[in-house]
């Protein structure tokens, strides 16, 4: 009977009530549960990365004037050819294979170092809009994977990489056409050697997934190819404990850790944490506390109901435990909304990260996990609501039936009804028809409160894939940078700004050396492309340079660094103080600024030769000299697609943060509106017009709103300033969540806007209401 | 005051159709003190409701002064019920999180005189419970409050429904004193709802409603006085 009795409560008189739980916490399941499933596919998608990429390391040996002599010598070449043109031309020009050049020098360096080696090879070229990369077959190292099907053995056979295989619904069998040619699928593989084949030769630009597509022939056809080729040694350690190869043996060398393919993946994990944990505990905090109070205002409800009941001769426990329905009817959303998540995931993982190959891992929650939280929340509910009844259950019948509570004008009461006196009457009235129902003026501030938090939260989180971009655009005005072998001279290349690079340590306070890359730019004042600016003022700081070093806000947050302070950097020779000149706009990365001045004074020692230059020009050198030439412009534009995803996210997060703040202030205004509907209409059949009554009863409730809008700015501040502060001290960037006039102007303009629109709702219906037999038989 | 021609009012409950009233004719002159009798559901209090603008879905003719209700569109029943009409509820409905003084003042807001609200307390006895809550309040002290509040409208009809109904006997006396002196000496119309046939006898008319029909008027020539009332 009393189940039935609380059952009709939810159902009959308040079904918007109810409705609106059930909406707010199947977002809210949804969201938590869509942002767990999605970190733990990246960390699937990054194991099978790690255990894909077979090699330990990549790397190139170097060749000396005298083994390039010698070789060209063996092969009759002439010195005037090989300064024309470029090496592997030369090489595909007199057929000349990798293993007769490097051959002899890897045999060494391999018995030397520790490891084994095995060439990779892979030619690339676009065909209609398409990015195609043939790779060459490996025999012991990052050995393709085959899903299905076999190596190709004949000329028309090719093998295909999953995601095309997947996209172009190809199987074993089925015909393939480049540049006119037909293929017959032989295999579908994944290569290891290319976990993401999205990237350029430079690993830098991030070429679009839906038009990458990976192939390999039998070796007669990749040789035959005359296309761009690139080259690699990769290399797996034999043993214990790898050694380091000195970089006058190597060209250069590519640890696993420093894979920029893995990097990146580890980047969107931090990246997918940090979101994690500040959305999720924020969500659930916000709504939680929504939920308990929307749970109290439930049982006050009922409390005429249980005085009359324990009147009767009813138990406490049979009255408390009759709200049980109400809790166990909650579970239902927070169930569908791990339905939901899990069958959405894997639409909304590709969407989330189109720059990963395909197919996307489609882990679902993890069953128990899903149960523990659903029974946790339910034990949760139900415990709290146990609790309320239980506490308010101690009064005695007659004071539950008299609803007591009312008539206390406590302190906080009349203070407010003093600080807010008003002349006008109707202001008066409305100020204490609103103050004096305490329970749901704190429930109007708390839904203006949570938007608040939710849209500068969303705001805060879409302005950051802009900022790192935008920064890095800012501030790095180079079109190349280039990459130097060795000590070269660069003052032949016009208009170049030269770099020092040394790598340094430092201490960081958990005991832990950090790895850290002191930058000494050459500071002659016609060429300089690098120009920093203040994270906080956005002034040019560039000058500072001269007077110490300039650091990333990142790496200020994370060592607790500010201007001025000195930092004492070391390698195995000696230790340094170098002061703090700067914080500039980047958010990541472990580079340290400073001037070629700074250093030289500094360190005591100068600058002889650079580790590379900035260029307005793409550099005309020697081959040998330059190891690597990146573009500003495939820099930015790499920056800008491993962020752009981030966009959808917090769009995403933006929309469903503002329709669970709508539902959150409808809640409240709802609440707000039905305790006084008993007002409304007794106003109502004495006179008052609608729009006294409007004015008395619902816009006053823009008051409590605009003081929860207000609270959730300085909240946000504070929250970013220690929570997002600690969290990008673990993860490898810093996320900035600022809160600027235009995101608080925007957040109470939206929340107003929701107010109107909530409040609209409830003026029409009050204008429509005559319902004064409500009034006459008390059902209220 | 009031000419009352043909009134009927019918609820649909599905396919059931429920005549409350059935053609209902009657005037009511100003001063008169009226008292509606008949059992529950003849009827009486949706009459009411249709006299005091509460209900406007009803067929018939109801003119105040004239003035046929029907033709009212909502802005014009507002100011009706606001310039002429009060209510007294058997439940009192009071705003709970106000005062007494409170109370008084949401009825003086509508009248354009603003009565003492002070005097008007002193009037009911309440003067000194003024800065009291509802909740702090007997029945009796609720319904002087409502009473209160409704006479500082300075309204020409006050429909009182049931409004002793909830009260005992010596309680239900004061509050009738109160409504006979408001009636006399403010010459305010009031139209009575009640179960109780020895309270008829303190009015000048009483109309007997049965199944949603009159089934009589009867004139009082010399209402009996308070003291002589059997309660």
Redesign the interface.
């Known amino acids: 009977m009393l189940i039935k009795h609380c059952l009709k409560y939810l159902f009959k008189s308040n079904k918007f009530l109810f409705f609106s739980i059930n909406i707010m916490i199947l977002i809210t399941s949804f969201m938590a549960f869509t942002l767990l499933i999605t970190n733990n596919n990246l960390e699937t998608v990054n194991e099978n990365n790690q255990a894909l990429k077979q090699e330990d390391f990549q790397f190139l040996p170097k060749l000396s004037k005298n083994d390039i002599n010698i070789f060209a010598s063996q092969h009759q070449i002439s010195l005037e050819e090989i300064e024309e043109k470029n090496f592997n031309q030369i090489l595909f020009d007199h057929q000349i294979s990798y293993r007769d050049i490097y051959g002899d020098k890897i045999s060494g360096l391999q018995k030397n170092y520790g490891f084994i080696s095995e060439i990779q090879q892979s030619k690339f070229f676009e065909v209609n809009g398409n990015n195609f990369r043939v790779v060459k077959n490996n025999e012991k190292i990052n050995k393709f994977f085959f899903v299905k099907g076999e190596m190709a053995v004949e000329d028309n056979e090719i093998v295909i990489d999953i995601n095309t295989a997947k996209k172009k619904d190809l199987n074993i069998g089925s015909s393939f056409i480049i540049k006119e040619k037909e293929y017959i699928v032989s295999g579908i593989a994944s290569f290891p050697g290319l976990i993401n084949p999205n990237m350029s030769d430079t690993g830098l630009k991030i070429y679009k997934p839906a038009t990458s597509v990976i192939v390999s022939f039998n070796d007669k056809q990749y040789n035959a190819l005359n296309e761009k080729e690139k080259i690699y040694y990769a290399g797996v350690w034999t043993s214990q404990k790898p050694q380091e190869i000195p970089s006058a043996e190597v060209e250069y060398l590519l640890e696993k850790n420093d894979n920029t393919e893995i990097n990146i993946l580890d980047l969107k994990i931090s990246m997918n944490k940090m979101i994690i944990g500040v959305t999720v505990t924020l969500l659930l905090s916000i709504v939680g506390i929504m939920l308990a109070m929307v749970l109290i205002k439930m049982i006050q409800d009922n409390l005429k109901t249980y005085g009359v009941l324990k009147g009767m001769g009813y138990k406490n426990y049979e009255l408390i435990f009759s709200f049980s329905p109400t809790a166990l009817l909650l579970i239902l959303p927070v169930s569908l909304g791990i339905l939901l998540s899990s069958l959405m995931n894997n639409t909304i993982f590709g969407v989330m990260n189109n720059d990963l190959l395909a197919p996307y891992p489609n882990k679902s929650m993890d069953m128990f996990f899903s149960v523990s939280v659903v029974s946790i929340f339910t034990i949760g509910v139900l415990a709290f609501s146990f609790l309320i009844i239980f506490l308010f259950l101690r009064k005695n019948s007659i004071n539950l039936i008299?609803?007591?509570s009312?008539?206390k004008?406590n302190l906080i009461k009349r203070v407010l009804l003093k600080l807010f006196a008003r002349k006008k009457?109707?202001s008066n009235?409305r100020n204490?028809?609103i103050f004096?129902?305490l329970f749901v003026f704190c429930l109007v501030i708390f839904s203006g409160f949570a938007l608040g938090v939710q849209i500068l939260m969303s705001m805060g989180m879409s302005g950051f894939p802009d900022q790192m971009a935008n920064s890095f655009e800012k501030q790095y005005k180079y079109e190349y940078k280039s990459i130097l072998n060795d000590k070269v001279n660069i003052t032949d290349v016009k208009d170049a700004q030269g770099y020092f690079v040394r790598n340094l340590k430092i201490d960081s306070k958990n005991n832990n050396s950090d790895d850290i890359s002191l930058i000494a730019l050459d500071s002659n004042e016609k060429n300089q492309y690098i120009h920093f600016y203040d994270y906080e003022t956005n002034k040019n700081i560039t000058d500072q340079l001269s007077n110490g070093v300039i650091i990333n806000k990142w790496f200020a947050n994370k060592h607790n660094l500010k201007v001025g302070d000195k930092l004492t950097v070391y390698d195995n020779q000696k230790n340094n103080d170098v002061t703090i000149a700067g914080i500039n706009l980047d958010l990541q990365g472990n580079e340290l600024y400073t001037s070629q001045t700074y250093y030289e004074d500094n360190f005591l020692e100068k600058v002889n030769f650079y580790s590379g230059f900035y260029s307005k020009d793409m550099p005309i050198m020697d081959k040998g000299e330059i190891r690597q030439t990146i573009v500003q412009k495939e820099q930015y534009e790499a920056i800008k697609l491993n962020f752009e995803n981030y966009k959808i996210i917090s769009g995403a997060m933006l929309l469903l943060g503002m329709i669970l703040g709508g539902i959150l202030l409808s809640i409240s205004i709802y609440i707000a509106i039905k305790t006084g509907e008993?007002?409304i209409l007794?106003?109502?059949?004495?006179?008052?017009?609608?729009s006294e009554i409007n004015k008395v009863s619902i816009i006053g409730y823009v008051y409590p709103l605009l003081i929860g809008i207000a609270i959730s700015i300085p909240y946000f501040i504070l929250l970013s300033k220690l929570l997002f502060g600690e969290l990008s001290k673990s993860a490898n960037f810093f996320l900035p969540m600022q809160t600027s006039l235009v995101n608080i102007l925007t957040v109470t303009g939206i929340s107003l806007l929701f107010f109107a629109l909530v409040a609209i709702v409830y003026m029409m219906k009050i204008?429509k209401s005559?319902s004064?037999?409500k009034?006459?038989a008390?059902q209220l | 005051m009031y000419i009352i021609q043909g009134l009927s009012k019918s609820y649909k409950n599905g396919e059931i159709i429920n005549q409350v009233l059935k053609g209902i004719d009657l005037n009511i002159e100003t001063g008169e003190f009226i008292t509606i009798l008949g059992p529950s559901g003849s009827g009486k209090s949706t009459f009411l409701n249709i006299l005091g603008g509460l209900d406007t879905d009803f067929q018939g003719k109801v003119k105040f002064f004239d003035k046929d209700l029907a033709t009212f569109n909502e802005k014009q029943m507002v100011k009706f019920r606001r310039d002429n009409v009060s209510f007294i509820f058997q439940e009192y409905h009071l705003l709970p999180t106000l005062t007494v003084y409170e109370n008084v003042q949401v009825g003086q807001y509508l009248s354009v005189s603003k009565s003492s609200i002070d005097d008007i307390l002193e009037k009911v006895g309440l003067a000194e419970h003024k800065n009291k809550y509802p909740s702090q309040l007997s029945g009796g002290q609720k319904q002087r409050v409502a009473i209160a509040r409704a006479i500082i409208k300075n309204p020409k009809v006050i429909f009182c429904d049931e409004p002793t109904g909830a009260l005992d006997s010596s309680t239900a006396k004061i509050i009738m004193s109160i409504l006979l002196n408001m009636n006399k000496e403010n010459n305010i119309t009031v139209i009575l709802i009640t179960h109780n046939t020895e309270l008829a006898n303190l009015s000048n008319k009483v109309v007997y409603v049965v199944d949603g029909e009159i089934d009589s008027v009867k004139v009082v020539e010399n209402p009996l006085s308070l003291e002589k009332i059997v309660w």
Do not use: D
């Open positions: 008299r609803e007591t009312q008539a004008n009457f109707l009235l204490k028809f004096r129902n008993k007002n007794l106003l109502k059949s004495m006179g008052y017009t609608n204008k005559t004064f037999q009034l006459l008390e």
